[in-house]
Each structure stands twice: as structure tokens, then as C-alpha cells.
């Protein structure tokens, strides 16, 4: 499967953006999905994941009640409402596809990866 992952940019602390991951060449609804981010000098980390129905969803304490991950099956596309940013928000944002079942958290557990989006928060 291939992934295009969009939507990312410039914007002040505070603010919001929605990045927007669409999936070809496959059957998206199998995939559990995720978003993991890299800022410049740290690991990739996990950010949020959702199953295939969508009807769980997992986030990182430091984005949790912030970020939503939320999927469109129909349209093959899974998304992240970025709310309330902060400087250290600032990464390459990837979207990530894994064929198990159970949403994982660890970057090892997912098979397909989009090239990444940059999000950038001033302060």
C-alpha cells in the first residue's frame, strides 16, 4: 500500500492544523493506522493510532486531549486534527499503515510508511 501524507505547515502556538493521509493499493479498511512524528535530532515517535473500524483510538500522553485521529474508509484517507500546537509540537509527521489487528505504538509494528509532512509551531 502507499501512502501521501498532507497538510502540514507554519503556523503559531496555539493554533490548529489537520493533516490528512490518503492510501492506495490495498484494502484500507484492513489496516490499522497510525501517525508518528520526528523532530529534528530525537527517534520517531508514536503519536496516535486507530483501528480499522475506527472505533479505537490510541494517543501519547503528550498529545492526548489535543490531537484526534479520526478515518474515512469510503475515501481511504486517515486524518490528524493538530489543536491547541506547541513549539515542541515541531516534527515531520508520518502516517503509517500496519496489517495486525491491534493498534501498536512502536514503530517496528508497522509495515507501510508515507514520507512525511512537516508541521512547524512558532512561538
Known amino acids: 500500500v502507499q501512502l501521501q501524507a498532507s497538510g502540514g505547515g507554519l503556523v503559531q502556538a496555539g493554533g490548529s492544523l489537520r493533516l490528512s493521509c490518503a492510501a492506495s493499493?490495498?484494502?484500507?479498511?484492513?489496516?490499522?493506522m497510525g501517525w508518528f512524528r520526528q523532530a529534528p535530532g530525537k527517534e520517531r515517535e508514536f503519536v496516535t493510532a486507530i483501528s480499522w473500524s475506527g472505533g479505537s483510538t490510541y494517543y501519547a500522553d503528550s498529545v492526548k486531549g489535543r490531537f484526534t485521529i479520526s478515518r474515512d474508509n469510503a475515501k481511504n484517507t486517515v486524518y490528524l486534527q493538530m489543536n491547541s500546537l506547541k513549539p515542541e509540537d515541531t516534527a515531520v509527521y508520518y502516517c503509517?499503515?500496519?496489517?495486525?489487528?491491534?493498534?501498536?505504538?512502536?514503530?517496528?509494528?508497522?509495515?507501510?510508511w508515507g514520507q512525511g509532512t512537516q508541521v512547524t509551531v512558532s512561538s
Open positions: 503509517a499503515a500496519d496489517r495486525r489487528s491491534v493498534p501498536g505504538t512502536t514503530l517496528y509494528e508497522y509495515d507501510y
Open positions: 493499493g490495498g484494502t484500507f479498511s484492513r489496516y490499522v
